[in-house]
């Protein structure tokens, strides 16, 4: 089971995008129960399980506690937690709010915090601050579109998202982008958490406050995916391109294993792009042996 989907747009609904439209957020069924097992494999190649963690403490609790979490960025050594990154309901999700089939992955960072090991305690904040130089369009025009896949059940005790509602501060300016309790009061009037079951995402904004918050639980740990795409030639916007992944055997893995449309969402040039010619065919084909080149064969 490697998670993949090809019946895309089938779990987020023409509801779920008018709510994201007025409210700045959508929470959303993204995978079933067999994907979500599968991706929960390849975490766990990566990341203890709460039991692991509490077993083997001196194995990870430096590590953890020294830096509150654990992160790792796609590709991944997992097939299953690449797929699920480019869920292709997330995917048409995606190209509907950018109004374009010409999107790639602009980042995939899984992370676990641990109950007991960091505050995790935010301010209300956008995200545009290290995703553009710029300051984002309005929604209708939005260059660029974040969501956390969840891949563990989140209470209120499990250091939840905190969101509010784009309604409430659309004709607010945008900067600065952090506000505090002290200085923002009514803002955080308005807030509530995300608490969502394992499997679930939240859809939101760049123009979207939203919080991380403190873990109050004393046992547990919440897994989730910090996921990004964007417009392909908008060079404005985005926290990395995937080039430098070249040569490590999860991005030859990844593209090997992956379809034409999988390989365009982290950098690869599409079908009938430019740059496929006879002689790029062959040496892309020598450099990837197990790649299927036929589609670009065109």
């Known amino acids: 089971m490697d998670g993949r989907r090809e019946d895309p747009m089938t779990t987020i609904s023409e509801q779920d995008y008018q709510h994201w439209l007025v409210h700045g957020y959508a929470i959303v069924e993204l995978l079933d129960d067999t994907q979500l097992a599968a991706a929960l494999e390849c975490i766990h190649e990566y990341m203890p399980s709460w039991e692991e963690y509490r077993r083997h403490p001196r194995w990870y609790g430096e590590t953890i506690e020294r830096n509150g979490m654990l992160r790792v960025e796609f590709p991944f050594a997992g097939d299953a937690l690449n797929w699920t990154t480019i869920h292709p309901d997330l995917v048409a999700f995606a190209e509907r709010v950018l109004h374009t089939k010409r999107i790639m992955l602009s980042h995939g960072q899984l992370g676990a915090k641990y109950a007991g090991t960091k505050d995790f305690e935010q301010e209300l904040h956008l995200d545009y601050g290290n995703n553009t130089l710029v300051v984002p369009k309005p929604d209708a025009e939005a260059l660029h579109f974040p969501a956390l896949l969840y891949y563990t059940d989140v209470t209120v005790d499990l250091g939840p998202t905190y969101v509010v509602p784009a309604d409430v501060t659309r004709d607010d300016p945008l900067v600065p982008r952090h506000r505090s309790r002290r200085e923002h009061p009514e803002l955080y009037d308005h807030e509530f ?40 030639e908008v060079t404005a916007c985005g926290q990395e391109t995937f080039q430098h992944e070249g040569g490590r055997p999860e991005m030859d893995r990844f593209l090997e294993r992956a379809n034409p449309r999988e390989r365009e969402l982290a950098g690869f040039p599409p079908v009938g792009d430019a740059y496929w010619d006879a002689d790029s065919v062959a040496a892309v084909s020598r450099r990837y042996p197990g790649m299927e080149m036929t589609p670009y064969e065109t």
């Open 193 to 232: 958490p995300v608490t969502v079951r394992a499997g679930q995402a939240l859809i939101y904004s760049m123009r979207t406050f939203h919080r991380g918050s403190r873990m109050l639980a004393k046992e547990g740990l919440r897994l989730a995916q910090n996921i990004g795409f964007k417009r392909s």
